[in-house]
């Protein structure tokens, strides 16, 4: 009973408040409120307006909130105020005018105005005039991302006038950045623009292209005879070259200046309506199953009147010829247009060179991410010559260890350093006891192999889905490895990508170490060359044969928490990977690591290629991929890099 | 070798009655012409255990008997389907087109024909004109071309390629896979004119028999089946019991040496692979129609190597095996991830086999390899006491490659 | 792989022989075709174990027509013919009266030759791309009309995008939404140009390429949007490089069709907050039966699990055949079909879902921005939009229309005023 006397008076109080001068924020926010409440973006705008435009000083505070979600309104009283959370779903009300706490109230009293992105666009817009010289940076920086989002000319006077307040030197370079660009677009004075123009012209910013862009914008148009001079004219169109016939007699059509077209299906329709006791326009209806019968038949009833005649050949051309069609740009300046197209050339040229030198790192990027994840097979195909069909099934392994670690020790630096040791263990392991278990009993039977290590593939992707289920696993990256090394607005590569590489290359470095300096590798090499010889020389096979099929596995271990961190974990990673692996180590030449190296960069350059080429379709470059690498090992079977010689065997 | 020739064709006899047998019981039993014991879809079931019986042989003639580890032989068996899948599904379309056109005032011109069928085909993938693949969809008889020359000349083709520049052994099966996985990805791509990942279905509507019941059409194609299956294995005995067998197992053991000896290793392989990839395409062409659709993922590159296992665990080397393996194994999977198989309770865990299963079959497959080479059809060896006693200079089977007994025992 | 899982069936009907299945009242049997094994068993798993929940609350509410329903579930294994073996195998072996299942639009495809055949009832659950209509088939999910125009509605008005990049995996689903898009963009002014489309195989990893591709879409001053289409794991990456890549919302906003509440618990969403997503429900509405359901459905199956949108659908689609079948006094397949048409039910996120004669559901549409804590802030809500099987969008389809009610006609030429054919295309 206490509480509703309490709101009731709270109410009654409200509207006096409501009514007196002493609340004109509320006062201008009630008279919007079907506005704010109905909260899309085409509508909301005046009530921005109003809020901004009142001159009040509350007006910044009212649309901070707003933009933050943080506007309430009571719905006992209908009154907005700025919400604060207190505690579990209470809120803290603030009133506008007076900035004080007027209650609290839990969130089923109240009514959350939640803007969606392109209302907080448009009141990030209206901010801008307060923020662009607030004391606080970071609304400072805001207003200035609103202006880059939604540049207008009305922000440059202002953002003018704050150049010379700015004390952040960073902030001053990105306004003195914004401000050219505006002037670009907006400046009344068209030397001042073409200056900002020429000035920046071979900036890569796509913000630059953005602006130089929407000024060469054209629209088509269409005049009996030629165009009038006064227009700012790029390009004239003639049909049947630079604009196709039908297309440019639809043009002319849309401009009501000659009759439609009529289409195949008109012409049925128009004939099905005019059946005559089983003609039409004197031809039997069953004889309508032939185009060209039909089209006599319109072409009679179009004599009798029946139909709008349908427009010839001749004629269309005759229309064509009698009309101009031409470009012809918004922007009526053509200094601006020349200084604009000649600024996009400039900057054209450099986009492309940095566009292929992005080529070339997404090349190297998919590159080592192939290398890493066969150079494990490298050494135990290329290597050992066993075909291990379970490679993939280590890479996921590897994967899974590092989720696991990163399920115990949450820190995610932490965990990454320990699970690529880690992960390098349990494959090696796993390697290890695959090689004693099965391989070892079958090294003179390589097409056994495969079969037997298929099995195994088999039983241990279903494991993983019977331990971890068949739903992707989350590997988060470190923090400092999120993000991207930004060279400018067309270079740019994911530091996880840089990561990988780094990864690769370690590893290539490895492998170098141990075939070429450790007695491993002396030891190995001896093996693969000619077994009994070294088993004469005192060479334990079955330990290096072991300890090399367990290198490899661990490798590819490693390889799995590097490719679980940029992709996903799931128990079909390992197969997504498997063939690609096979065919860069056969691509490459078997027994070499410079030679899987080479594959790889084949295959990754090579997809990357196509994909640029054709970029819409992903699903086809990696077809022609394999297509192509299927027709490069026919006519050169033992790969790039071919051993030859005694090393070579068989 | 008198005696395995013996064997074999003893083998061949008692192969064939019982597949006449098993053919006679499921009719009468059937729901189509029979008292309708089993229903019509365990009858569907056990015609495309009979394709898959089929391309199981092809399988085991370019292994077992070649030693060419294919990994590709599945993707030839999809071609087939899809080849007679194309014919099915314009012919059914277009009686339905037709149908409803020919109620319309004005008679349809033949291009709007094609054109509604196009609509009505490839509508779902967003195009509706006719791909040139499908040229010749609108005749049986060339599309049944098709199902044998399309996987044939691909074969061809790929084959020439391959064992023209000796790619061999495992580099061959690497490369075979890869070839599949291409046309898998290939057939995944929605503007490829195949209809994509939808790929082509309501194939077991047989046009200008829409009005028979799907229970007799399921009998027809069970006894199709069965038919191509005994064709197949008399054809495939023939082949490898005469001097062409004789030097694939030669090829299998020593290429080299057969080589030398002035036979053209590489011409006897591709026709080999070539007629196989035929084979494993007219089976594709009689399964397809039974199960209803096909599309992409039926190609994928592991459908090809679980042919391989049912051969190996089947049996390489022995037609009949291949027939055990491709239906003992396809059934007895079926049975476990179909979740008929009961649950084993160990107090601490449940072991479902849908879950189990495939752990169960991958670690069998192994220990087959390992430890039963000749596979299920090794038992049949044991039934005839043909144990290793009585091998002198019989080849030791296909596991062992050139190695002579001697060799063998080391 | 999934051939020798096709033979599955016949395993059963070896049970059918020694057992012949005989046709009795009671129970009643709601066949569940869900696959719970193979890739697609991640989605629908939930989908049977929200239909057994619901079969388990109608037994306790006391069954239906006197009979205590039954779910007989089977497990078609993501493998699409085996989904027409499964089906047939439900219909004539185990004589179920209503089939609720499939999840892709090619296992639909599969199963339709075989409901139609044997005139089975069929409750589809899951987003399609529409451009069907199958007298035997009841779509609970959202046609395009339902899902992507208004998504793309929202991204014209509310956002101002004016270019778009259209990402989808490559499949029947994305390419069709796709077209209709790309055709109803073309209708509102938005040029060729401006309309960027790719299509990247399933699972699909390495997404630096195309994100940069749409980032210098930008290039010409227009806002740019991304409308995605890409489905299941392939999300994990692409919103990974989106977020490496430092891609706000606000500066492009990515609406997706395939991912919801399931979906993003695989996902660290803290870079991902303020994109969206269309759906014709979130587990964050605020209802009291969406409380009731989610609550329910907690304690089944476990507190962390969430709820979705094709749980609804089915949950909308049983409530509306329960009704139906208590109207029609019977369960069999032509009486509730008659009694289906302008059947109600209220939605879990409030307001009303009628059954159309199209056999599309009328439902409202909600937009939602993605949370720091994997759920969706619902920012639009539109009233109910009637289901539209045929796109009003694509030349060749805006002239048909489905009445089964009325024309008893599912691809209907409204302008030569014929039935085109009765059967659906598959």
């Known amino acids: 009973m206490k509480n509703l006397l309490l709101a009731v008076l709270a109410v009654a109080m409200s509207c006096t408040l409501l009514h007196a001068q002493e609340a004109?924020?509320?006062?201008?926010?009630?008279?919007?409120?079907?506005?704010?409440?109905?909260?899309?973006?085409?509508?909301?705008?005046?009530?921005?307006?109003?809020?901004?435009?009142?001159?009040?000083?509350?007006?910044?505070?009212?649309?901070?909130?707003?933009?933050?979600?943080?506007?309430?309104?009571?719905?006992?009283?209908?009154?907005?105020?700025?919400?604060?959370?207190?505690?579990?779903?209470?809120?803290?009300?603030?009133?506008?005018?007076?900035?004080?706490?007027?209650?609290?109230?839990?969130?089923?009293?109240?009514?959350?105005?939640?803007?969606?992105?392109?209302?907080?666009?448009?009141?990030?817009?209206?901010?801008?005039?307060?923020?662009?010289?607030?004391?606080?940076?970071?609304?400072?920086?805001?207003?200035?991302?609103?202006?880059?989002?939604?540049?207008?000319?009305?922000?440059?006077?202002?953002?003018?006038?704050?150049?010379?307040?700015?004390?952040?030197?960073?902030?001053?370079?990105?306004?003195?950045?914004?401000?050219?660009?505006?002037?670009?677009?907006?400046?009344?004075?068209?030397?001042?623009?073409?200056?900002?123009?020429?000035?920046?012209?071979?900036?890569?910013?796509?913000?630059?292209?953005?602006?130089?862009?929407?000024?060469?914008?054209?629209?088509?148009?269409?005049?009996?005879?030629?165009?009038?001079?006064?227009?700012?004219?790029?390009?004239?169109?003639?049909?049947?070259?630079?604009?196709?016939?039908?297309?440019?007699?639809?043009?002319?059509?849309?401009?009501?200046?000659?009759?439609?077209?009529?289409?195949?299906?008109?012409?049925?329709?128009?004939?099905?309506?005019?059946?005559?006791?089983?003609?039409?326009?004197?031809?039997?209806?069953?004889?309508?199953?032939?185009?060209?019968?039909?089209?006599?038949?319109?072409?009679?009833?179009?004599?009798?009147?029946?139909?709008?005649?349908?427009?010839?050949?001749?004629?269309?051309?005759?229309?064509?010829?009698?009309?101009?069609?031409?470009?012809?740009?918004?922007?009526?300046?053509?200094?601006?247009?020349?200084?604009?197209?000649?600024?996009?050339?400039?900057?054209?040229?450099?986009?492309?060179?940095?566009?292929?030198?992005?080529?070339?790192?997404?090349?190297?990027?998919?590159?080592?991410?192939?290398?890493?994840?066969?150079?494990?097979?490298?050494?135990?195909?290329?290597?050992?010559?066993?075909?291990?069909?379970?490679?993939?099934?280590?890479?996921?392994?590897?994967?899974?260890?590092?989720?696991?670690?990163?399920?115990?020790?949450?820190?995610?630096?932490?965990?990454?350093?320990?699970?690529?040791?880690?992960?390098?263990?349990?494959?090696?392991?796993?390697?290890?006891?695959?090689?004693?278990?099965?391989?070892?009993?079958?090294?003179?039977?390589?097409?056994?192999?495969?079969?037997?290590?298929?099995?195994?593939?088999?039983?241990?992707?279903?494991?993983?889905?019977?331990?971890?289920?068949?739903?992707?696993?989350?590997?988060?990256?470190?923090?400092?490895?999120?993000?991207?090394?930004?060279?400018?607005?067309?270079?740019?590569?994911?530091?996880?990508?840089?990561?990988?590489?780094?990864?690769?290359?370690?590893?290539?470095?490895?492998?170098?170490?141990?075939?070429?300096?450790?007695?491993?590798?002396?030891?190995?090499?001896?093996?693969?060359?000619?077994?009994?010889?070294?088993?004469?020389?005192?060479?334990?096979?079955?330990?290096?044969?072991?300890?090399?099929?367990?290198?490899?596995?661990?490798?590819?271990?490693?390889?799995?928490?590097?490719?679980?961190?940029?992709?996903?974990?799931?128990?079909?990673?390992?197969?997504?990977?498997?063939?690609?692996?096979?065919?860069?180590?056969?691509?490459?030449?078997?027994?070499?690591?410079?030679?899987?190296?080479?594959?790889?960069?084949?295959?990754?350059?090579?997809?990357?290629?196509?994909?640029?080429?054709?970029?819409?379709?992903?699903?086809?470059?990696?077809?022609?991929?394999?297509?192509?690498?299927?027709?490069?090992?026919?006519?050169?079977?033992?790969?790039?890099?071919?051993?030859?010689?005694?090393?070579?065997?068989? | 070798m008198q005696r395995a020739y013996q064997g074999r064709n003893r083998s061949t006899a008692i192969f064939l009655l019982l597949l006449a047998v098993f053919t006679l019981v499921v009719t009468l039993l059937s729901e189509g012409v029979g008292i309708g014991m089993v229903s019509t879809s365990f009858v569907k079931t056990l015609g495309k255990t009979l394709c898959l019986a089929l391309v199981a042989i092809s399988m085991d003639l370019v292994w077992g008997y070649a030693g060419i580890l294919s990994l590709g032989h599945f993707a030839f068996f999809g071609l087939g389907g899809y080849m007679i899948g194309m014919w099915l599904m314009y012919e059914r379309t277009r009686e339905i087109v037709v149908t409803s056109l020919a109620d319309a005032p004005i008679p349809p011109t033949a291009q709007e024909v094609s054109d509604a069928v196009a609509n009505q085909i490839f509508g779902v993938v967003g195009t509706a004109e006719f791909p040139l693949i499908w040229t010749f969809a609108d005749s049986l008889f060339a599309q049944l071309l098709l199902v044998v020359l399309v996987p044939g000349i691909l074969a061809g083709v790929f084959g020439w390629l391959a064992f023209r520049s000796r790619v061999a052994g495992v580099y061959l099966s690497i490369l075979t896979q890869a070839m599949t996985l291409a046309l898998s990805l290939y057939l995944f791509q929605n503007d490829n004119g195949l209809r994509g990942n939808n790929g082509l279905s309501g194939l077991q509507n047989i046009p200008g028999l829409t009005e028979v019941p799907q229970a007799l059409v399921s009998v027809w194609f069970f006894w199709g089946a069965a038919f191509a299956l005994a064709a197949g294995y008399l054809l495939s005995v023939w082949v490898v019991s005469g001097k062409f067998g004789s030097v694939l197992r030669g090829i299998r053991d020593d290429e080299a040496r057969v080589r030398f000896l002035g036979y053209p290793v590489e011409a006897y392989k591709l026709v080999l692979f070539a007629g196989t990839a035929c084979l494993a395409g007219i089976a594709g062409a009689l399964y397809y129609p039974q199960a209803g659709i096909i599309n992409p993922a039926e190609l994928a590159p592991i459908a090809s190597i679980y042919l391989a296992v049912w051969v190996a665990i089947g049996g390489r080397g022995r037609l009949y095996g291949a027939v055990i393996g491709a239906g003992f194994v396809s059934l007895v999977s079926s049975w476990f991830t179909g979740g008929q198989a009961p649950d084993v309770p160990l107090g601490f865990y449940t072991i479902k086999w849908v879950d189990w299963w495939l752990v169960v079959l991958g670690l069998s497959f192994v220990l087959v390899t390992l430890f039963a080479p000749k596979g299920i059809g090794g038992l049949f060896d044991l039934l005839e006491r043909r144990i290793a006693p009585d091998r002198h200079g019989a080849d030791l089977g296909p596991d062992q490659g050139a190695l002579r007994e001697k060799e063998a025992s080391e | 792989m999934n051939n020798y899982r096709s033979l599955l069936a016949g395993t059963l009907a070896f049970s059918a022989l020694t057992a012949p299945a005989y046709a009795a009242d009671c129970p009643i049997k709601v066949g569940v075709l869900h696959s719970l094994s193979g890739t697609m068993a991640i989605s629908e798993t939930t989908l049977k174990d929200t239909m057994l929940m619901l079969v388990e609350q109608q037994n306790a509410k006391g069954g239906l027509l006197g009979c205590d329903l039954e779910a007989v579930v089977v497990d078609p294994a993501s493998d699409w013919p085996l989904f027409a073996e499964k089906a047939r195998e439900l219909l004539s072996v185990h004589e179920v009266d209503v089939i609720f299942g499939n999840w892709t639009s090619v296992s639909r495809k599969s199963v339709l030759p075989v409901v139609e055949e044997l005139n089975g009832l069929l409750f589809y659950p899951v987003q399609y791309e529409g451009e069907e209509s199958s007298k035997n088939v009841f779509y609970t999910g959202a046609a395009p009309n339902q899902q992507a125009i208004p998504a793309t509605d929202y991204f014209l008005e509310e956002l101002g995008v004016e270019k778009f990049a259209l990402l989808g995996t490559d499949y029947v689903y994305p390419r069709t939404t796709n077209n209709i898009l790309e055709s109803y963009l073309k209708s509102k002014d938005i040029a060729d140009s401006d309309i960027f489309v790719n299509y990247t195989p399933f699972g699909h990893s390495d997404w630096s390429k195309i994100v940069a591709d749409v980032v210098a879409l930008g290039a010409d001053g227009k806002k740019v949007g991304v409308i995605s289409t890409i489905n299941g794991d392939a999300n994990i990456g692409f919103y990974k490089e989106l977020a490496a890549a430092g891609i706000s919302a606000d500066d492009i906003p990515v609406i997706a069709f395939s991912v919801g509440e399931e979906e993003l618990s695989g996902l660290d969403t803290a870079n991902l907050v303020g994109h969206l997503a269309a759906w014709n429900y979130f587990q964050s509405a605020e209802s009291d039966a969406n409380t009731g359901f989610i609550e329910a459905w907690k304690t089944k199956m476990g507190e962390e699990r969430v709820t979705n949108d094709p749980m609804e659908a089915h949950y909308i689609g049983f409530n509306m055949w329960v009704n139906a079948a208590t109207e029609a006094e019977s369960t069999e397949v032509d009486a509730v079909r008659d009694k289906m048409y302008g059947q109600e039910f209220p939605n879990l996120t409030g307001g009303t879902a009628v059954m159309l004669p199209n056999h599309h559901l009328a439902k409202p549409v909600l937009i939602g921005e993605i949370q720091e804590d994997g759920q969706f802030d619902i920012v639009s809500q539109t009233a109910e939009v009637p289901g539209d099987a045929w796109t009003d969008f694509l030349p060749e389809s805006a002239l048909l229309t489905s009445d089964w009610k009325d024309l008893n006609c599912g691809m209907y030429n409204t302008e030569t005023e014929t039935c085109v054919q009765t059967l659906s295309n598959y």
Request: charged share 15%.
């Open chain 1, 24 to 650: 004109p924020m509320q006062t201008i926010l009630q008279e919007q409120s079907a506005l704010i409440l109905d909260n899309s973006r085409r509508t909301v705008a005046p009530a921005i307006a109003a809020v901004s435009d009142s001159g009040l000083p509350q007006a910044q505070d009212v649309l901070q909130a707003w933009q933050a979600k943080n506007l309430w309104q009571r719905s006992a009283d209908r009154l907005f105020f700025r919400g604060e959370k207190v505690e579990g779903k209470t809120y803290a009300l603030y009133d506008f005018d007076s900035g004080e706490v007027v209650g609290e109230a839990p969130s089923s009293e109240l009514k959350q105005i939640k803007p969606n992105s392109g209302i907080r666009a448009l009141i990030g817009s209206a901010l801008v005039r307060f923020q662009l010289q607030d004391p606080d940076p970071k609304r400072r920086l805001a207003a200035l991302t609103s202006v880059q989002r939604n540049p207008s000319a009305e922000v440059l006077p202002s953002l003018r006038e704050s150049l010379a307040e700015e004390s952040d030197p960073e902030i001053l370079a990105m306004k003195q950045r914004a401000e050219r660009l505006l002037t670009m677009a907006y400046d009344a004075d068209e030397d001042q623009r073409i200056a900002a123009m020429s000035e920046m012209s071979g900036d890569l910013g796509v913000d630059v292209r953005a602006t130089l862009n929407p000024m060469l914008s054209t629209r088509r148009a269409v005049f009996e005879g030629p165009p009038p001079d006064t227009l700012n004219i790029p390009e004239t169109l003639v049909p049947g070259e630079t604009i196709g016939v039908t297309e440019a007699y639809d043009t002319l059509v849309a401009a009501n200046l000659v009759p439609a077209r009529v289409t195949a299906d008109e012409v049925r329709n128009a004939l099905a309506e005019h059946i005559v006791g089983g003609t039409v326009g004197g031809v039997p209806v069953h004889r309508l199953d032939d185009p060209d019968i039909r089209l006599q038949a319109y072409a009679a009833l179009a004599q009798e009147g029946k139909v709008p005649p349908a427009p010839d050949t001749a004629q269309i051309a005759q229309a064509l010829a009698a009309h101009s069609f031409v470009k012809v740009y918004l922007e009526p300046s053509a200094r601006v247009t020349d200084a604009a197209s000649e600024a996009l050339d400039t900057i054209a040229l450099t986009v492309g060179a940095n566009q292929t030198f992005d080529l070339i790192l997404d090349g190297l990027s998919l590159t080592s991410i192939y290398f890493l994840a066969a150079i494990g097979l490298a050494i135990t195909f290329g290597v050992m010559g066993v075909i291990n069909m379970a490679h993939g099934e280590f890479i996921m392994m590897g994967a899974y260890t590092g989720y696991v670690v990163q399920q115990i020790v949450p820190n995610h630096t932490a965990s990454i350093l320990l699970a690529i040791p880690l992960a390098f263990a349990v494959t090696f392991a796993a390697g290890v006891l695959m090689e004693r278990l099965v391989i070892r009993w079958l090294y003179n039977r390589p097409l056994e192999t495969l079969l037997a290590t298929f099995g195994v593939s088999i039983a241990l992707q279903q494991l993983a889905k019977n331990i971890f289920g068949t739903q992707a696993r989350p590997l988060t990256s470190p923090s400092w490895l999120d993000g991207a090394w930004v060279i400018n607005d067309v270079v740019a590569i994911s530091y996880i990508r840089i990561a990988i590489f780094v990864l690769a290359v370690f590893f290539l470095c490895v492998y170098l170490f141990i075939m070429r300096r450790t007695r491993l590798g002396l030891e190995t090499r001896a093996v693969t060359q000619n077994p009994s010889m070294a088993a004469s020389m005192g060479i334990n096979l079955n330990k290096v044969n072991m300890m090399t099929f367990g290198l490899g596995s661990g490798i590819a271990g490693v390889a799995g928490v590097a490719i679980g961190l940029f992709a996903k974990v799931t128990s079909e990673l390992g197969s997504d990977y498997i063939v690609q692996s096979f065919m860069t180590v056969v691509v490459g030449g078997v027994g070499n690591i410079w030679g899987t190296l080479a594959g790889a960069a084949m295959i990754g350059f090579l997809q990357k290629g196509i994909e640029w080429f054709n970029p819409s379709n992903t699903l086809a470059a990696q077809t022609f991929m394999i297509v192509f690498i299927i027709m490069f090992i026919q006519f050169r079977p033992r790969g790039i890099i071919a051993l030859k010689g005694r090393a070579a065997g068989d």
